[in-house]
């Protein structure tokens, strides 16, 4: 089925580009000069069109008409009429063509034993023509074809292809008639049937496809897949290109084991106002006798004077439903349990930043998520005001849980700042002083609240840091190659006094990691709940290797420790091991770029203050040549019961590979070296073609729910993709592109750059 004996191609002709394109003088600047390809010039308003007749005969008759015979031609503009024998009436601009007729209507091409055409108006009609279409080198046979003007064409009883084998293309198009209009890029099939590799695939009264690349209403290719939890699982998209700034996909889809689905995309595009709804509905799940369904809406307002508006909108018929009906657009390595639904407003002007929103959760299980019902945050700064940089943050929030017997209540917040930039080429030093304000209103306490909790108090933590760092270059040759190296020390010191922070509920706090981002952040948790007593120094060395003719940076490598001078005391939660908040420890990390296409990455994190390995990655990509990648990679993160951090000891392997002519493998491994099982997997193979493309997948996925024993399935993929009849990619393609970084899709092939591309 993947390869075609006796293929002839269909002659085709590309257009020249640059020096080549430029036409060369014979005889002077006032001569004639030799264009090396025909090229089109609009004509001037008010300017006559020329008629140009050519043949081995000629026999004219005064202001009637003209007789042409032995490779006849007329020419005018944009029209071409051959012939053994051709008849040209004036008076009525008619010309009739007989034997070997070619007709030639605006890049258009018709073959056919006899032809009547009405050349300036474009018009007539062709005998059992060949036909090929210059805007997707489409091309067909038909009983007849008639030329409606210059740009809508009808044939009669006939076929479609772009394929490029002519003798037996991979797939066409029959139907009783096409209705052809290259002004609205629109072709329409009555009675058609779609044929691939010789077998009927679908019939239809009526089909749409697009005379170009250009976006058109119709069909999708359709996916087909099945999986151990869905069964037969067929999606046919229908796309509706409704205007150039909004459209609509609405897929159908059939699963053997749950019953029939709809899904309905919309999004539009406005110079003020965007957005996008997403629904999915299943009337009735035959495995859970529920019925199901999902929406997202995404939408922002430009209201004008810095206003703006949001909605982020998201509610699903139970917690398994994105993970049960997953259509393969994403890898489903896990799904979440809460659905944002939030609306708000925004404004920013200068030195002012506005955000009043109102947020909910829709939760399935006791997390531990608040609503924010509502929220009023106002940021304010100021840079370089006679060498100070200064800024505050107010944020007024209630916080509400549907969790019973949990914690609620309002709080207030005030961060101002003021800081010092002193910046010279070369080195830097930054003096920071901030103030961390507090104030609670609890209108409920739960159980788990410490002895004592009172409802109303406040908290001040003051926080003093400086930071600096310096930047020293130098010329260096490594293997016969000049880099600039640079060597930039930094410092980091922050000085936090202790102050009690155990009555203060969670309500939207947690502990920062420790990674690079976060080796220079004063506080080592994220929120306004807790401030980190803290006096720690924190040191980096960082030393690149740069390419002085292009700037691309070669290496990399650093060396960071974070030590603290006395054990931090606050900890996240009341009880909690003062061991999970002391920040002493060191990360190494380096990547680099060695010859064409490959790059790795390593970095460690060592905890001093525990004295073990807190996380490991290790990783590198190869890319030698288009559609050729190999990423490789491991992951290691140490549990943390208090922290809650799951333990990750990962081996990830993606390729995208050429295997044969025209065939590519498309992988990605997930193994898990502790549990010694295969957490996700995806192998797929994909054959592309000048007119078709067909991709295979099987895969293995891990949904990660509520439950303590994350689920797992199989499926098995399939996308068959008609170019020219239907290129959009709807599924299959998304899964290769978010699974294989740098994997990189076929090409759909060059379209003619004119009309003039098959000028005979």
Not at 125 to 133: A, K
Not at 432 to 459: C, E, M, R, V
Not at 542 to 563: C, H, K, M, N, W
């Amino acid at each position: 089925m993947l390869g075609a004996v006796g293929c002839v191609p269909i002659a085709s002709y590309a257009q020249l580009a640059g020096a080549g394109a430029i036409p060369e003088s014979l005889d002077g600047v006032w001569g004639l000069r030799f264009d090396p390809q025909l090229t089109e010039h609009p004509l001037i308003a008010g300017v006559g069109v020329a008629t140009s007749a050519m043949a081995d005969s000629m026999t004219t008759t005064t202001g009637t008409g003209v007789s042409l015979k032995g490779n006849a031609q007329l020419r005018r503009y944009a029209s071409i009429v051959k012939g053994d024998a051709l008849h040209y009436d004036i008076d009525t601009d008619k010309a009739d063509a007989y034997g070997h007729v070619q007709l030639v209507n605006d890049g258009n091409v018709f073959n056919g034993p006899d032809a009547h055409f009405y050349v300036d108006a474009n018009e007539g009609t062709i005998s059992v023509p060949r036909y090929r279409f210059y805007l997707t080198g489409g091309w067909g046979s038909a009983q007849r074809a008639d030329l409606v003007d210059n740009e809508r064409t009808v044939v009669h009883h006939g076929t479609y292809s772009t394929c490029q084998c002519e003798s037996d293309p991979a797939w066409y198009l029959r139907a009783s008639e096409f209705d052809m209009d290259t002004g609205s890029d629109e072709g329409i099939a009555h009675n058609g049937v779609l044929f691939f590799q010789g077998v009927p695939l679908l019939a239809s009264p009526w089909l749409s496809f697009p005379l170009s690349g250009a976006r058109r209403s119709g069909f999708l290719p359709p996916t087909f897949s099945f999986s151990s939890t869905n069964g037969v699982d067929v999606a046919l998209p229908y796309y509706f290109n409704l205007a150039p700034n909004y459209d609509l996909t609405l897929t159908p889809r059939i699963m053997s084991k749950r019953g029939e689905m709809l899904t309905a995309d919309y999004r539009y595009l406005q110079p003020n106002d965007s957005g996008s709804i997403s629904v999915a509905w299943l009337p009735h799940d035959a495995i859970t006798n529920t019925d199901r369904y999902s929406i997202a809406v995404n939408q922002t307002w430009k209201l004008g004077s810095g206003f703006g508006a949001y909605v982020n909108y998201n509610r699903v018929s139970d917690s398994t439903v994105v993970t049960d009906l997953a259509s393969g657009v994403a890898f489903p390595t896990g799904s979440t349990t809460l659905y944002q639904q939030e609306a708000g407003l925004t404004y920013s002007n200068g030195p002012w930043s506005v955000l009043a929103r109102e947020q909910r959760w829709q939760a399935f299980t006791s997390d531990s998520t608040y609503n924010r019902e509502p929220q009023v945050n106002v940021d304010y700064a100021r840079y370089n005001v006679g060498g100070f940089d200064f800024g505050a943050e107010a944020d007024a929030t209630r916080f509400t849980i549907s969790t019973a017997d949990a914690t609620q209540g309002s709080r207030f917040v005030f961060n101002p700042y003021v800081s010092y930039p002193i910046e010279h080429p070369g080195w830097f030093i930054t003096p920071k002083l901030a103030w961390h304000f507090a104030a609670y209103d609890l209108t409920t306490i739960g159980s788990n609240a410490p002895a004592g909790q009172p409802k109303t108090f406040d908290i001040n933590v003051p926080t003093l840091s400086l930071d600096s760092g310096m930047r020293f270059e130098r010329s260096v040759r490594l293997f016969g190659q000049s880099y600039i190296q640079t060597l930039e020390p930094r410092l980091f010191y922050v000085y936090t006094p202790y102050r009690n922070q155990s009555f203060a509920p969670l309500f939207d706090t947690a502990t920062a990691d420790f990674g690079l981002a976060e080796l220079f952040m004063p506080n080592s948790f994220v929120g306004n709940d807790r401030v980190s007593d803290a006096d720690r120094l924190t040191g980096a060395l960082t030393t690149r290797f740069i390419d002085p003719t292009s700037g691309d940076e070669r290496a990399r490598f650093v060396l960071a420790e974070q030590y603290d001078f006395h054990t931090p005391q606050v900890t996240l939660n009341v009880g909690d091991p003062i061991g999970t908040v002391a920040r002493t420890g060191v990360i190494v990390g380096a990547s680099y770029k060695l010859g064409q296409g490959f790059s790795a990455e390593q970095a460690v994190e060592y905890s001093q203050a525990n004295h073990y390995l807190t996380n490991a990655e290790a990783g590198f990509g190869w890319s030698p040549a288009a559609r050729q990648v190999l990423n490789v990679a491991y992951r290691y993160t140490r549990a943390n019961s208090t922290l809650d951090y799951q333990p990750v000891n990962q081996f990830i392997v993606s390729e995208q590979w050429p295997l044969l002519h025209n065939v590519v493998s498309v992988a990605r491994l997930n193994y898990d070296m502790s549990a010694h099982r295969l957490i996700a997997g995806l192998l797929g193979l994909q054959y592309d073609t000048d007119c078709w493309s067909l991709g295979v997948a099987f895969e293995k996925y891990t949904n990660a729910t509520s439950t303590t024993v994350p689920s797992t399935g199989t499926r098995v993929l399939m996308q068959l993709q008609l170019k020219g009849f239907s290129q959009v990619d709807n599924g299959l393609l998304n899964q290769f592109r978010a699974n294989v970084p740098g994997y990189t899709p076929a090409g759909t092939g060059n379209e003619p750059t004119s009309r003039f591309s098959d000028y005979p």
